[in-house]
Nanobody, 123 residues
Framework: QVQLVESGGGSMQAGGSLRLSCTAS????????MGWFRQAPGKEREGVAT???????SYADSVKGRFTISKDNAKNTLYLQMNSLKPEDTAMYYC?????????????????WGQGTQVTVSS
């Protein structure tokens, strides 16, 4: 069973930066493919960025060039560096993960989710 704990959310003015963290535990001898998702009030959950165990990344068009996903394997921690924040980035951000052998196909339903961390961007 994989456990995910997010941190780093908060309130920020537009143009500012935040870094989200997600620490994974409860797994051994497997690779994790991980991602960040977000859900704003009244909207469906959307994918923000993914990082597969082979190092490949993907980003939603709305965050390309502003957000960077990365991972520290020694700390079992996934990061999302968010720069040039916009009010439309306001949402609950969730970390997700699944066991994988290198990569997962786009749209793969992740099996493990964190509790979420709120990001609020004011104009």
């Amino acid at each position: 069973q994989v456990q995910l704990v997010e941190s780093g959310g908060g309130s920020m003015q537009a143009g500012g930066s935040l870094r989200l963290s997600c620490t994974a535990s409860g797994y051994t001898y497997h690779s994790l493919c991980m991602g960040w998702f977000r859900q704003a009030p009244g909207k469906e959950r959307e994918g923000v960025a993914t990082l597969d165990s082979d190092g490949s990344t993907s980003y939603a068009d709305s965050v390309k060039g502003r957000f960077t996903i990365s991972k520290d394997n020694a700390k079992n921690t996934l990061y999302l560096q968010m720069n040039s924040l916009k009010p439309e980035d306001t949402a609950m951000y969730y970390c997700a993960a699944d066991l994988c052998m290198g990569w997962l196909p786009a749209g793969h339903p992740y099996n493990y989710w964190g509790q979420g961390t709120q990001v609020t961007v004011s104009s």
